[in-house]
């Protein structure tokens, strides 16, 4: 009997479904904030970002198909699409 209720409630808890945690955002022009803390304007072609909770900043610009910036931990990186 033990064996068939361990079955049952492995069962039971892998058949739950999965939940994702959104952030709830808010906008006003151009700048928006959320609740986990991060936060970010765009001006022109370009995004600046920060995190209230982390103190991490990160921006992203394009020109043409090129696009680069920075990320939170300070790498710059960058991509151009074909």
């Not at 739950?16 to 986990?36: F, I, K």
């Not at 304007?41 to 990160?58: A, F, H, L, P, Q």
Request: aromatic share 12%.
């Amino acid at each position: 009997m033990k064996p068939l209720l361990l079955i049952t409630g492995l069962l039971a808890f892998i058949s739950l479904p999965s939940h994702e945690v959104y952030a709830g955002c808010t906008s006003v022009g151009t700048y928006t904030t959320c609740s986990d803390g991060n936060s970010y304007i765009k001006v022109g072609k370009s995004t600046y970002g920060s995190n209230s909770r982390t103190g991490s900043n990160w921006s992203q610009h394009q020109s043409g198909n090129y696009t680069f910036g920075t990320d939170s931990n300070g790498n710059s990186w960058s991509h151009y699409q074909r």
